[in-house]
């Protein structure tokens, strides 16, 4: 349960700090965190929040009678295996978006709609070429593939077998990483245009397609493959979903 922090803090004057874990921040990060230690491995964990409201960027405000969600717009990626992790973590029930999540316009106000994978390609091939399409879509699975192995390697190997695990299954993930998205579009045949438009969505990372490696790029793209969802509830039932999965296992969050 959520309750002030003048109270209680912990769970008793007696209780050792030893077997505590603390997270500072009640955030998307902080909650899935606290969540997984609690629900998977059994530890205790208290949460804290400076703030008035759970959620960070999810945390939502009532105006004259209407819910607005601050930060989350649509995600992706709820069919893989950490999209159904997630989902079972905050037990939140998604709804697909109809039709393109986005939708490019240019100077000469020509629209452009993103959508699924299917609808992509269907737009690259009549806007660029279907060669291109061929060799782009091609290079955005294999560095996919390449990318998570990477991260397996992070996440399992000591530092001294990382080098040796991507020599052996990461070779397109490490040389993606260290190019930057707009050489990759120009090797794939793409002019100035045409990269405008496939690195459209730069802004999410803050970065330009020429600062941007093409491993970031790719992995953002096929986020987006299997369309775009939003959850059942808004924002606030992941929060919801979050905070009661850490109090049902003994967790506490603390505002």
Request: aromatic share 10%; hydrophobic share 40%.
């Amino acid at each position: 349960e959520v309750s002030d922090a003048s109270s209680e803090l912990f769970w008793g004057k007696h209780h050792s700090c030893v077997t505590m874990i603390v997270i500072v921040g009640a955030g998307m990060g902080g909650l899935v965190t606290a969540a997984v230690l609690c629900k998977l491995f059994g530890r205790k964990v208290c949460v804290l929040e400076k703030h008035t409201q759970l959620g960070g960027c999810l945390h939502t405000f009532t105006e004259r009678g209407y819910e607005f969600d601050v930060g989350l717009h649509y995600i992706g990626g709820i069919h893989t295996s950490f999209g159904r992790f997630l989902s079972s973590l905050c037990n939140v029930e998604w709804r697909k978006l109809d039709g393109p999540h986005d939708v490019l316009v240019l100077p000469d106000e020509t629209m452009i709609p993103f959508g699924d994978k299917t609808s992509q390609k269907e737009t690259f091939s009549r806007l660029i070429s279907p060669d291109f399409v061929e060799r782009y879509f091609g290079l955005v699975e294999r560095c996919q593939r390449s990318m998570r192995a990477y991260y397996v390697g992070c996440i399992f190997l000591h530092p001294r077998l990382l080098d040796v695990w991507c020599a052996l299954f990461c070779t397109v993930a490490v040389r993606m990483m260290e190019t930057c998205t707009h050489d990759v579009l120009s090797e794939l045949g793409a002019d100035e245009a045409s990269i405008c438009i496939c690195a459209y969505h730069w802004g999410n990372f803050g970065e330009t397609p020429r600062n941007l490696s093409f491993a970031s790029h790719a992995m953002l793209v096929a986020h987006w493959w299997d369309g775009n969802f939003f959850p059942v509830g808004g924002t606030r039932a992941i929060v919801q979903g979050l905070r009661g999965t850490i109090r049902r296992n003994g967790g506490k969050i603390r505002l």
